[in-house]
């Protein structure tokens, strides 16, 4: 078992703000380094931000002094705090993460589903 849920993506005014969930569920072991990626329509994939098992957080440029990374390992949960947000950010976002589970106890790469960040006035 193991997978990965976003939450908290919608619609927002430049300038708004939202907060991203991830939860890990199903039987797991431990989680190694999460991460937050977005892909925009006809454009690639790109890492927005990335936080290790110990907190060491990195962010893209795009992003800096706007968006906060953050985990709750108690929780197994991953966090984006998402301020001052532009129409740029527009994409769907997606929760990535090294998860160890009852599939793989060993540990492979996840990804969630996505959950849909539009800002637009």
């Known amino acids: 078992q193991g997978q990965l849920v976003e939450s908290g993506g919608g619609l927002v005014q430049p300038g708004g703000s939202l907060r991203l969930s991830c939860a890990a569920s199903g039987t797991i072991f431990g989680i190694d380094a999460m991460g937050w990626y977005r892909q925009a329509p006809g454009n690639q994939r790109e890492l927005v931000a990335r936080?290790?098992?110990?907190?060491?957080?990195t962010n893209a440029d795009s992003v800096k002094g706007r968006f906060t990374i953050s985990r709750d390992n108690a929780k197994n949960t991953l966090y984006l705090q998402m301020n001052s947000l532009k129409p740029e950010d527009t994409a769907v976002y997606y929760c990535?993460?090294?998860?160890?589970?009852?599939?793989?106890?060993?540990?492979?790469?996840?990804w969630g589903q996505g959950t849909q960040v539009t800002v637009s006035s």
């Open positions: 990535n993460a090294f998860l160890r589970s009852s599939d793989y106890p060993l540990g492979r790469n996840y």
């Open positions: 936080i290790t098992s110990a907190g060491t957080t």
